[in-house]
């Protein structure tokens, strides 16, 4: 059986500014993993082919990285894993330290990830893009990119 999700996801590709370089617009039971190479391979990488280093939460790691990594070998895809989560695929001793690190409980900025978080909530500040009234494929993608325009045009006038 499976449970109808109601509501989208919006996948962005970001530079280092925050500034969008590729959108795509799922609906919410896709997984993060299976959208990543819609927005990649197909927007980011046509719009960008000087792209060399794409850094990631890990809702996109383990095989997701990998894929896009093969079909695009001079892209380098960093997964940034919170501090807390013990899978960061780093090798252990045999040996336990004797005192261990303590990991930092509660909010941790993250290096890098942040970006995308930021431009996601620079995003939500226009109402349009809260609801989700739009039938078509195209709107939604719309919306986001015209959103995008009045941040930059917003930036350019002060």
Not at 19 to 42: I, K, Y
Not at 91 to 105: F, I, K, R, T
Not at 118 to 126: L, M
Request: proline content about 5%.
């Amino acid at each position: 059986m499976r449970a109808e999700v109601k509501g989208r996801k919006r996948h962005l590709v970001v530079d280092t500014l925050g500034l969008l370089l590729a959108v795509t617009v799922t609906s919410a039971a896709v997984q993060d993993r299976d959208a990543a190479a819609l927005v990649v391979a197909h927007q980011a990488m046509a719009k960008v082919p000087g792209l060399r280093k794409l850094c990631t939460d890990a809702a996109y790691g383990s095989q997701c990285a990998q894929a896009i990594e093969k079909a695009y070998p001079a892209l380098n895809v960093e997964v940034v894993r919170h501090p807390g989560n013990r899978s960061t695929g780093t090798w252990q001793n045999a040996q336990p330290p004797l005192w261990p690190e303590v990991v930092p409980s509660g909010f941790v900025v993250q290096a890098k990830r942040w970006v995308v978080e930021r431009t996601h909530a620079w995003n939500e500040r226009a109402r349009r893009l809260i609801t989700h009234h739009d039938r078509s494929q195209w709107a939604p993608v719309a919306w986001v990119w015209l959103v995008e325009a009045r941040i930059l045009a917003t930036r350019l006038a002060e």
